[in-house]
């Protein structure tokens, strides 16, 4: 499970490879976007945070899954083919805040 608070996102338990169907709970006050991406090969978690479009580079991660426009209170489902890597799990909140960003990794 995925538990999305206003500051980050949560996981209870460890991960393995393969796909997997996450629950995903918005604890948080406000309407959150949820992203995961695995960090490429040759790459850092801290790259792949780091990274903008802008930069006029590859991106260091790829996008494996995620949900939009999560209201506060809500659960929702998703499957994410999860691949032996480190991953990023990014919340957005509404309104152009700053998102947070969750390292974490999946085991083989």
């Not at 393969?18 to 801290?46: D, Q, Y």
Request: aromatic share 6%.
């Amino acid at each position: 499970m995925a538990r999305i608070t206003d500051s980050g996102v949560e996981f209870s338990g460890a991960m393995r490879a393969g796909p997997r169907v996450l629950r995903v709970e918005n604890a948080g006050t406000v309407v959150h976007e949820f992203n995961v991406s695995r960090v490429l090969p040759g790459h850092t978690a801290a790259e792949a945070i780091a990274w903008r479009r802008r930069m006029g580079t590859p991106a260091p991660d790829t996008l494996v899954g995620g949900l939009a426009d999560m209201a506060p209170g809500l659960t929702l489902f998703t499957t994410i083919v999860f691949e032996a890597a480190e991953h990023v799990a990014t919340t957005l909140p509404g309104a152009g805040k700053p998102g947070a960003r969750t390292v974490f990794r999946i085991g083989p």
